[in-house]
């Protein structure tokens, strides 16, 4: 069973190292960043970039899961509802579903992508992505809902959420009620970037979903 990872918007495929070193080397790994998404793709907007990891993905031979972090997990949420028969699960950790319902993630969205128009391109370009890609993308996720879509999910799920990440939690929550297949797992002392901050705990919760999760 290969394991796609698909990291945050802010960090890079780097991020995942600790959590790779945890697991062990017994799993074989693609690790897919924005910045390759963006090459292949026509214009810089979420869907977009969804359909340029489409197509990364049916490039793949054999069964795979996708295990992604906030924007990350954006993407994997998006490809469950797409027909590929080699996906045979996935992992969200500090997921939203919508962008849309609930005054509070709405502020907090508005609020970030202010903030990310101050930052500068250079620090940006630190972290392995042009601020050019990160304006865009952000802007073309303001109608960003799959609310009406989660039942249709028919692949089993863990959703994951730091027991600090306040803002993530109730989503957390939601997803796990909202899709069929799914089950929640909260680390405890954890906060958003759970695959930075707590990758051995994180490691294990995906450790134990492959050893129990039904992924034929």
């Not at 992992?91 to 609020?111: D, M």
């Not at 906060?191 to 994180?202: A, K, R």
Request: neutral net charge.
């Amino acid at each position: 069973m290969k394991l796609v990872f698909l990291h945050g918007l802010g960090q890079t495929n780097d991020s995942w190292i600790k959590v790779k070193k945890f697991m062990g080397d017994g799993y074989d790994t693609r690790l897919i960043s924005i910045d390759e998404l963006v090459k292949t793709s026509e214009t810089i907007t979420f869907n977009q970039l969804s359909k340029s990891l489409t197509n990364v993905l049916h490039t793949i031979d054999g069964p795979f899961i996708i295990i992604g972090l906030s924007l990350g997990g954006c993407f994997a949420l998006q490809q469950s509802l797409i027909t590929n028969p080699h996906l045979k699960g996935m992992v969200l950790s500090g997921t939203p579903y919508s962008l849309v319902n609930g005054w509070k993630i709405k502020s907090i969205f508005q609020l970030q992508k202010y903030i990310f128009k101050l930052i500068p391109a250079k620090v940006w370009r630190k972290q392995g992505i042009e601020k050019s890609t990160i304006i865009p993308l952000y802007q073309s996720m303001e109608s960003y809902d799959l609310s009406h879509s989660l039942h249709q999910i028919n692949i089993p799920t863990l959703v994951l959420a730091g027991s600090k990440d306040r803002i993530n939690m109730p989503t957390a929550k939601e997803l796990a009620e909202l899709i069929p297949h799914a089950q929640l797992q909260i680390i405890n002392n954890g906060s958003h970037e759970l695959n930075t901050q707590m990758p051995q705990q994180f490691a294990e919760e995906v450790d134990t979903f492959l050893a129990n999760a039904d992924l034929k």
